[in-house]
């Protein structure tokens, strides 16, 4: 059975590598070609090193601080390398290093090939990817092109005149009936038009109104864009994370939002006609001549849609974030509190979605996200570490290449946000301003959600000692306040107990980088409908794991469904245990690690 399985696998991967339809080929309407080496599949996937990765996110402005101006900046990312690479990670995602007036924290570019002063130079960048390189790891940038700064010298000439050259690199509209061109909203509040007096047209910004919108359909524009990519290629970066990029593409003739759509409407935004064709011809202009990898913010796409996007035959992108697990617990913009099985039916709707063909990402937080632990685990001081553990080992063992944001390593938790001035975030701000002060919304009801959803509780300082400002910086004030937990949560405390998150995290890491059935293999959930129990397997043929989480604060005697039985134990977050047979007591949010 599972070498007949096998044998569909490599036949699959035999038969439709190179060939360029996205249609659900079966093995058994394809023709065999002349074909690259089928013995060099794993489970019939195309072994990469991407898929082998494990990433890690740096927001730099909250990493640490070098120079003492209470900003992190480039030089404090290359002071902490062996940290980080001691984690056992072996990719860096740097979000925006590029010069901006800071909008929103670098995603509001004003010079794609210039370092932003707050944060070095160019030569502290050299300096980083060669110290990253050293150690072996791979660096991806964050590539922001569906919007620049209005700050851009591109959007500097394009406001200008109607006749400038560079008009048509933004979408510019007449005003219609004296009101903007059509009802679509910012992601940060309000209408996505903004009033240019110079010349009485709108353009469009589909987030902050210092985020102007590209116009894609503008082929000047997009090799713009592949020529700044080739730029930093070129220095030997090792692919992008591309911002929003499913939003490139407008709608024809830029039709008005729907109703079904006001409170959603990325689903509208995104998988504009042109997407296909604009991916591929970055493809081909740029990526292609480069061993890197990709992966797009697929915000308002859907699972459906995901491998017209990913599917290795497309030549598109390697792999996106599909937003589901991490916004389960939103509706809208409002918490909403989740329960397990629907988190596993989504991991498990994501396998069946995805073929050999294409590959998944796994993450629960990043900077536009609150802390892991607080969102998905427990951060109550009884069960915060256990719970940072068990996340880690699910993150680390699920199918898809996991993203781990800074400081989840340590178990940072949210912020204890008690008024609107302790924020940062212009998304914050301007729902304020929109929801507040025109009283919609109650302040207490407003920060009662921020405290649980906002981007800045991701975005504080890194927490690397107990001195003052958890040694994030030597100014007498951070960027952004440091959490107050900083002298029971840090990096030197983590390093220092052999029983800490830090640890935890690496052996896992170290785990999954040796087990090709973590990253290749099968993924069946055992026990979807159970409240409190994700049980899974991970296998190649016959190489096999369980892993056994309990995700409550219950102590739980579960007894494993299949007539499975328990193995040796690899790791687990309570150290070794009792349990032999098929019953298992499993403490408070209790991981285990099975081979079987
Ligand atoms: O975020 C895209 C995005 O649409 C959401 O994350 C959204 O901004 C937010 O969470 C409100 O729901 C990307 C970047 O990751 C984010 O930091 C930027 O602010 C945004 O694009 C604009 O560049
Ligand atoms: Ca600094």
């Given at each position: 059975?599972?070498?007949?399985?096998?044998?569909?696998?490599?036949?699959?991967?035999?038969c439709?590598?190179?060939?360029?339809?996205?249609?659900?080929?079966?093995?058994?309407?394809?023709?065999?070609?002349s074909?690259?080496?089928?013995?060099?599949?794993?489970?019939?996937?195309?072994?990469?090193?991407?898929?082998?990765?494990?990433?890690?996110?740096?927001?730099?402005?909250?990493?640490?601080?070098?120079?003492?101006?209470?900003?992190?900046?480039?030089?404090?990312?290359?002071?902490?390398?062996?940290?980080?690479?001691g984690?056992?990670?072996?990719?860096?995602?740097?979000?925006?290093?590029?010069?901006?007036?800071?909008?929103?924290?670098?995603?509001?570019?004003?010079?794609?090939?210039?370092v932003?002063?707050?944060?070095?130079?160019?030569?502290?960048?050299?300096?980083?990817?060669?110290?990253?390189?050293?150690?072996?790891?791979?660096?991806?940038?964050?590539?922001?092109?569906?919007?620049?700064?209005?700050?851009?010298?591109?959007?500097?000439?394009?406001?200008?005149?109607?006749?400038?050259?560079?008009?048509?690199?933004?979408?510019?509209?007449a005003?219609?009936?004296?009101?903007?061109?059509?009802?679509?909203?910012?992601?940060?509040?309000?209408?996505?038009?903004?009033?240019?007096?110079?010349?009485?047209e709108?353009?469009?910004?589909?987030?902050?109104?210092?985020?102007?919108?590209?116009?894609?359909?503008?082929?000047?524009?997009?090799?713009?864009?592949?020529?700044?990519?080739?730029?930093?290629?070129?220095?030997?970066?090792?692919?992008?994370?591309?911002?929003?990029?499913?939003?490139?593409?407008?709608?024809?003739?830029?039709?008005?939002?729907?109703?079904?759509?006001?409170?959603?409407?990325?689903?509208?935004?995104?998988?504009?006609?042109?997407?296909?064709?604009?991916?591929?011809?970055?493809n081909?202009?740029?990526?292609?001549?480069?061993?890197?990898?990709?992966?797009?913010?697929?915000?308002?796409?859907?699972?459906?849609?995901?491998?017209?996007?990913?599917?290795?035959?497309?030549?598109?992108?390697?792999?996106?974030?599909?937003?589901?697990?991490?916004?389960?617990?939103?509706?809208?913009?409002?918490?909403?509190?989740?329960?397990?099985?629907?988190?596993?039916?989504?991991y498990?709707?994501?396998?069946?979605?995805?073929?050999?063909?294409?590959?998944?990402?796994?993450f629960?937080?990043?900077?536009d996200?609150?802390?892991?632990?607080?969102?998905?685990?427990?951060?109550s001081?009884?069960?915060?570490?256990?719970?940072?553990?068990?996340?880690?080992?699910?993150?680390?063992?699920?199918?898809?290449?996991?993203?781990?944001?800074?400081?989840?390593?340590?178990?940072?938790?949210?912020?204890?946000?008690?008024?609107?001035?302790?924020?940062?975030?212009?998304?914050?701000?301007?729902?304020?301003?929109?929801?507040?002060?025109?009283?919609?919304?109650?302040?207490?009801?407003?920060?009662?959600?921020?405290?649980?959803?906002?981007?800045?509780?991701?975005?504080?300082?890194?927490?690397?000692?107990?001195?003052?400002?958890?040694?994030?910086?030597?100014?007498?004030?951070?960027?952004?306040?440091?959490?107050?937990?900083?002298?029971?949560?840090?990096a030197?405390?983590?390093?220092?107990?052999?029983?800490?998150?830090?640890?935890?995290?690496?052996?896992?890491?170290?785990?999954?980088?040796?087990?090709?059935?973590?990253?290749?293999?099968?993924?069946?959930?055992?026990?979807?409908?159970?409240?409190?129990?994700?049980?899974?397997?991970?296998?190649?043929?016959?190489?096999?794991?369980?892993?056994?989480?309990?995700?409550?604060?219950?102590?739980?005697?579960?007894?494993?469904?299949?007539?499975?039985?328990?193995?040796?134990?690899?790791?687990?977050?309570?150290?070794?245990?009792?349990?032999?047979?098929?019953?298992?007591?499993?403490?408070?949010?209790?991981?285990?690690?099975?081979?079987?």
């Open positions: 059975m599972i070498v007949a399985r096998l044998m569909v696998f490599l036949l699959l991967a035999t439709l590598v190179g060939t360029s339809s996205a249609t659900d080929n079966r093995a058994q309407d394809a023709k065999p070609q074909a690259p080496s089928p013995a060099a599949a794993i489970n019939g996937y195309q072994p990469k090193w991407w898929k082998e990765a494990i990433v890690y996110q740096i927001y730099p402005r909250s990493f640490k601080d070098s120079n003492g101006d209470g900003i992190g900046d480039l030089k404090g990312i290359t002071s902490e390398l062996d940290y980080i690479h984690l056992g990670v072996n990719v860096i995602w740097l979000s925006p290093h590029y010069d901006s007036p800071n909008a929103d924290n670098g995603y509001d570019i004003r010079n794609y090939r210039k932003m002063t707050e944060f070095g130079s160019m030569a502290d960048f050299d300096e980083l990817l060669k110290g990253i390189k050293q150690r072996h790891m791979k660096l991806i940038l964050d590539l922001v092109v569906n919007h620049t700064s209005d700050e851009h010298a591109w959007f500097v000439e394009s406001r200008k005149s109607k006749d400038n050259s560079y008009r048509d690199y933004y979408i510019w509209r005003p219609k009936d004296g009101q903007p061109p059509n009802n679509w909203t910012s992601f940060f509040s309000g209408s996505a038009w903004k009033l240019d007096p110079t010349t009485g709108y353009y469009l910004h589909l987030f902050a109104e210092k985020q102007p919108d590209l116009n894609w359909d503008n082929p000047k524009v997009r090799n713009e864009v592949y020529d700044l990519m080739k730029f930093w290629l070129d220095k030997g970066v090792d692919g992008f994370r591309m911002d929003v990029i499913p939003f490139i593409s407008k709608r024809e003739g830029l039709p008005d939002l729907p109703p079904e759509y006001m409170a959603k409407p990325q689903y509208f935004y995104a998988m504009g006609p042109h997407l296909h064709e604009y991916l591929q011809e970055m081909r202009e740029a990526l292609s001549k480069y061993d890197v990898m990709t992966v797009g913010e697929a915000f308002g796409v859907t699972l459906e849609q995901t491998p017209s996007l990913v599917d290795e035959r497309r030549n598109e992108l390697d792999m996106i974030f599909n937003f589901d697990a991490v916004r389960l617990n939103r509706d809208g913009e409002v918490w909403r509190d989740w329960t397990l099985p629907e988190l596993k039916a989504i498990t709707q994501q396998n069946q979605a995805l073929d050999v063909h294409s590959w998944n990402t796994i629960l937080s990043n900077h996200n609150p802390r892991v632990v607080s969102a998905f685990g427990n951060d001081p009884q069960y915060r570490v256990a719970s940072a553990k068990a996340l880690a080992t699910m993150l680390l063992t699920l199918k898809g290449t996991p993203f781990i944001y800074q400081g989840d390593e340590l178990g940072m938790t949210n912020y204890p946000f008690t008024s609107i001035d302790q924020f940062d975030d212009i998304a914050v701000k301007n729902a304020w301003k929109a929801m507040v002060v025109t009283n919609q919304v109650s302040a207490d009801a407003f920060l009662a959600n921020m405290r649980k959803t906002s981007r800045d509780n991701s975005r504080t300082p890194m927490q690397w000692d107990n001195s003052r400002n958890g040694g994030f910086t030597t100014a007498p004030k951070a960027r952004l306040a440091v959490n107050p937990n900083f002298l029971e949560i840090n030197k405390q983590e390093f220092s107990d052999p029983n800490s998150i830090y640890h935890y995290f690496a052996q896992m890491a170290a785990l999954r980088r040796k087990t090709p059935a973590f990253v290749y293999g099968d993924y069946t959930d055992l026990d979807p409908a159970h409240p409190k129990i994700f049980a899974y397997t991970r296998a190649i043929g016959a190489d096999k794991y369980l892993v056994v989480l309990n995700f409550s604060t219950d102590v739980v005697t579960y007894k494993l469904p299949d007539a499975i039985k328990v193995g040796d134990l690899l790791i687990s977050n309570f150290g070794k245990n009792a349990d032999r047979g098929d019953t298992l007591h499993l403490k408070s949010w209790e991981a285990r690690v099975y081979k079987y």
